[in-house]
């Protein structure tokens, strides 16, 4: 049975920019929208694989502010003050902030799971943003997250392939 390693911040990054065809300027401009200040080195640092030797791990609060600014460049910014980043941050704050970034509805959720070649019911995605406290409230695993990237990789890149 293969073992995958916990998704990290910095691959989830890596995977985003590499989708969206992100350059630098554009990742640092997300980071700033987010209420992050970023200059090109410390970016790179995040960027590079973790046996780099000026490779930086990525915070939560660092990749929620990324996020937040991914959010507000694809639908504006709301009104009143902004949000602020999560100082911890799991697979479904991850995954509502995309689904809310790119405006996404279950069954556009479904159609990138499909893509990815894996089958999941409308009922586990809207378990997924449920708050903790409900009953049927459930965790978004690795292999979740990981499919939805490479379903969301697939539908903007397809001349891409699978991992």
């Known amino acids: 049975m293969p073992t995958f390693a916990t998704m990290k911040n910095n691959d989830i990054l890596r995977r985003l920019r590499f989708t969206f065809d992100f350059n630098d300027e554009k ?7 987010g209420g992050y200040e970023i200059d090109r080195a410390e970016m790179s640092a995040y960027l590079k694989k973790e046996d780099a030797e000026d490779f930086m791990s990525l915070y939560d609060i660092k990749l929620a502010a990324f996020l937040n600014g991914f959010i507000i ?8 003050p902004q949000p602020k980043p999560e100082k911890t941050l799991n697979n479904n704050i991850i995954l509502k902030k995309l689904k809310i970034a790119l405006n996404l509805k279950d069954t ?6 499909n893509l990815a070649g894996m089958q999941v019911s409308k009922h586990e995605i809207s378990a997924f943003f449920r708050k903790p406290s409900q009953r049927q409230y459930r965790l978004c695993k690795d292999q979740f997250l990981r499919n939805f990237l490479l379903g969301l990789q697939l539908k903007h890149r397809p001349e891409s392939k699978k991992e």
């Open 108 to 113: 556009d959720l479904l159609d990138l799971y």
């Open 73 to 80: 460049d694809q639908r504006g910014k709301r009104e009143g």
């Open 27 to 33: 990742m640092m401009e997300l980071f700033h929208l």
